[in-house]
């Protein structure tokens, strides 16, 4: 069994707003205005569709090392969508510098797939909740 990431949050005075902590790094969370927060800081889904956006740049620039290849700046998008049918779905969006051709391009969509936070939320994870 490895760890291979972690987080806390500490509940600050201002409704919905927590104070996250992972590692050495720190920043704030909160929900929109909307949603009776202040705006503060990203929101959870805001943090998980960032999750999913980093791990594929990261993954696609790893690759491009690996292969030789220079994909210039690479920036990638990603909104979470719910409909009243309880359906839930993640549209990505991700733009290179450099142009590719349709045999790269494919094979950066199959990267895509396969980037360890998009398996993860493909397979859905259990989660064990206990109080302490």
Known sequence: MA??????????DT??????QSG????KV?????????????APYDLLCSSLVACTMITLR????????DF???????DFF???EGQEWIERR??????????LQQKVLNICQKTPVTKTLLRSVEIRTELG
Not at 3 to 12: D, E, H, N, P, Y
Not at 62 to 69: I, N, P, R, S, V
């Open 82 to 84: 719910t409909n009243q």
């Open 30 to 42: 909160d929900e929109p205005e909307k949603l009776g927060g202040q705006d503060a800081g990203p």
């Open 24 to 27: 050495q790094h720190q920043w």
């Open 94 to 103: 991700v733009q290179t510098e450099a142009a590719l051709d349709a045999e």
């Open 72 to 78: 210039g700046k690479i920036q990638v998008e990603a």
């Open 15 to 20: 409704a919905w707003q927590g104070q996250i």
């Open 62 to 69: 790893m690759y491009a090392q690996h292969k030789g290849l």
């Open 3 to 12: 760890k291979i990431g972690t987080a806390q949050v500490r509940s600050l």
